[in-house]
């Protein structure tokens, strides 16, 4: 008479996500990138030349680096004062440099230089007419070049927080039972670069985004993965399906949060009357609660209650929940409660029942809106993130033999800086709406 139990074999429940892509838009500004050259190319220099046959000894000091942007690359002007020893005295050697460069990130996260162009101009006439120093001049230059074209900037360590946190498993409370919400970083991509008073590119994680219930396998430990230059990075606000499964024996411990002590009371009239030990499985596209009727009823008669309930229905989403609408008696139990409705309210232990299966989903995966809110970004002395989850939906719901899976979209925005603006707000929670209505993953 009623729906048969599936045969308890043990099963994981299984996620199986597609992978979604967390756009972030950097931006590398003009203070920034002078910073950073600033920081990593040397400010003087020395060496030896060749005069008349005996080698004599120059220095050189460099200026402040001036940056611009135009035509696709990156022009340096800088001012380099050198001083070379003559036989008698020293020669001053006023150089200026105005290199042209391509800027580009490798593979390993290396922001550097290409298609390196220097052009050297000395504002002295001497020091143009002098053969002497003609050789002076050349190993000025290619000191500097090299220095130049060896710059280079590693965002490894602003981006290798962010990925361990992501990485690594975070812990979903749900009353009695256990889950885990799990970032799978695939693969990081990069867009072409936009010069605006700055160095802007696209990046794009690319990630398999999952939660369990209850947890899956321990994850193993992963390394960022290399950096793919790509033709094209779709911009703007990015759209990840997270699937959520949950194994049936898992769902009906998370039913303990509408439980007090273990037990369901579901009548103000017969408040001895109480229902416990849920037990959910599955029947075709059906799912089934099995729910224990326990306690005493003093009305018309006193009886004590103690037997099995049993009721089916299907899961549906209804904004933002997961209900089953027509949560209904099986038919012995249907019977059972109609010969004790002088004493059972049937219609209460309904939707009782409803509302103990009825799972906001926004409000359960608050702690996987956090982590998507603030396990994106970082916060270094050299840059920060900023990631806002703008919209949750849940688009479906789908009954499997051993667990329930559960579909999430989830749409927001991330940003990086280089150096982090003043206005920049970091791992906070941009919503003063319910948790039902939204759901934040990132930083």
């Given at each position: 008479?009623?729906?048969?139990?599936?045969?308890?074999?043990?099963?994981d429940?299984?996620?199986?996500?597609?992978?979604?892509?967390?756009?972030?838009?950097?931006?590398?500004?003009?203070?920034?990138?002078?910073?950073?050259i600033?920081?990593?190319?040397?400010?003087?220099?020395?060496?030896?030349?060749?005069?008349?046959?005996?080698?004599?000894?120059?220095?050189?000091?460099?200026?402040?680096?001036?940056?611009?942007?135009?035509?696709?690359?990156?022009?340096?002007?800088?001012?380099?004062?050198?001083?070379?020893?003559?036989?008698?005295?020293?020669?001053?050697?006023?150089?200026?440099?105005?290199?042209?460069?391509?800027?580009?990130?490798t593979?390993?996260?290396?922001?550097?230089?290409?298609?390196?162009?220097?052009?050297?101009?000395?504002?002295?006439?001497?020091?143009?007419?002098?053969?002497?120093?003609?050789s002076?001049?050349?190993?000025?230059?290619?000191?500097?070049?090299?220095?130049?074209?060896?710059?280079?900037?590693?965002?490894?360590?602003?981006?290798?927080?962010?990925?361990?946190?992501?990485?690594?498993?975070?812990?979903?409370?749900?009353?009695?039972?256990?889950?885990?919400?799990?970032?799978?970083?695939?693969?990081?991509?990069?867009?072409?670069?936009v010069?605006?008073d700055?160095?802007?590119?696209?990046?794009?994680?690319v990630?398999?985004?999952?939660?369990?219930?209850?947890?899956?396998?321990?994850?193993i430990?992963?390394?960022?993965?290399?950096?793919?230059?790509?033709?094209?990075?779709?911009?703007g606000?990015?759209?990840?399906?997270?699937?959520?499964?949950?194994?049936?024996?898992?769902l009906?411990?998370?039913?303990t949060?509408?439980?007090?002590?273990?037990?369901?009371?579901?009548?103000?009239?017969?408040?001895?009357?109480?229902?416990?030990?849920?037990?959910?499985?599955?029947?075709?596209?059906?799912?089934?609660?099995?729910?224990?009727?326990?306690?005493?009823?003093e009305?018309?008669?006193?009886?004590?209650?103690?037997?099995?309930?049993?009721?089916?229905?299907?899961?549906?989403?209804?904004?933002?929940?997961?209900?089953?609408?027509?949560?209904?008696?099986?038919?012995?139990?249907?019977?059972?409660?109609?010969?004790?409705?002088?004493?059972?309210?049937?219609?209460?232990?309904?939707?009782?029942a409803?509302?103990?299966?009825?799972?906001?989903?926004?409000?359960?995966?608050?702690?996987?809106?956090?982590?998507?809110?603030t396990?994106?970004?970082?916060?270094?002395?050299?840059?920060?993130?900023?990631?806002?989850?703008?919209?949750?939906?849940?688009?479906?719901?789908?009954?499997?033999?051993?667990?329930?899976?559960?579909?999430v979209?989830?749409?927001?925005?991330?940003?990086?800086?280089?150096?982090?603006?003043?206005?920049?707000?970091?791992f906070?929670?941009p919503?003063?709406?319910?948790?039902?209505?939204?759901?934040a993953?990132?930083?």
């Amino acid at each position: 008479m009623y729906p048969l139990r599936p045969p308890a074999t043990p099963s994981d429940a299984i996620a199986d996500p597609s992978p979604s892509r967390v756009v972030m838009h950097t931006t590398i500004t003009s203070a920034g990138m002078t910073k950073a050259i600033e920081d990593n190319v040397p400010s003087s220099g020395e060496g030896t030349f060749s005069l008349l046959g005996l080698q004599r000894k120059y220095t050189w000091k460099r200026g402040n680096v001036g940056v611009r942007f135009g035509q696709g690359k990156v022009t340096l002007d800088l001012h380099v004062d050198a001083v070379a020893d003559m036989s008698v005295s020293q020669l001053e050697i006023p150089l200026d440099f105005q290199i042209s460069a391509e800027p580009v990130i490798t593979s390993e996260y290396v922001t550097k230089f290409q298609a390196v162009e220097v052009h050297v101009d000395s504002p002295g006439s001497l020091i143009r007419a002098a053969d002497a120093v003609a050789s002076v001049l050349s190993l000025i230059k290619k000191e500097v070049e090299t220095r130049l074209v060896g710059f280079s900037f590693d965002l490894r360590p602003l981006l290798g927080e962010a990925f361990d946190r992501i990485a690594k498993p975070i812990d979903l409370p749900l009353g009695d039972a256990h889950g885990c919400a799990s970032l799978k970083v695939l693969s990081i991509e990069a867009g072409p670069t936009v010069l605006a008073d700055g160095f802007e590119k696209d990046l794009a994680v690319v990630i398999a985004p999952s939660v369990t219930i209850p947890c899956g396998a321990e994850a193993i430990g992963a390394t960022l993965p290399p950096l793919a230059n790509v033709a094209t990075v779709q911009p703007g606000p990015f759209t990840v399906s997270i699937p959520i499964a949950a194994r049936y024996d898992e769902l009906a411990k998370a039913m303990t949060i509408a439980f007090t002590d273990g037990k369901l009371f579901f009548s103000k009239e017969m408040p001895a009357a109480y229902l416990d030990r849920p037990e959910v499985y599955a029947a075709k596209d059906q799912i089934v609660l099995k729910l224990h009727l326990g306690g005493v009823v003093e009305r018309p008669f006193h009886m004590a209650l103690d037997g099995d309930l049993f009721l089916n229905g299907h899961p549906a989403v209804r904004d933002n929940e997961l209900v089953v609408p027509d949560l209904e008696p099986t038919v012995e139990t249907g019977n059972f409660l109609v010969k004790l409705k002088a004493a059972l309210d049937g219609d209460s232990i309904r939707e009782q029942a409803r509302a103990a299966l009825r799972l906001d989903i926004g409000e359960r995966l608050k702690s996987v809106r956090d982590k998507l809110s603030t396990d994106l970004g970082f916060g270094s002395g050299q840059g920060c993130a900023k990631a806002e989850a703008d919209k949750i939906e849940v688009t479906g719901v789908h009954v499997h033999q051993a667990y329930l899976r559960v579909y999430v979209g989830v749409t927001g925005h991330a940003s990086v800086y280089v150096p982090c603006p003043r206005s920049a707000v970091l791992f906070t929670d941009p919503f003063a709406i319910p948790a039902s209505s939204v759901l934040a993953y990132g930083k």
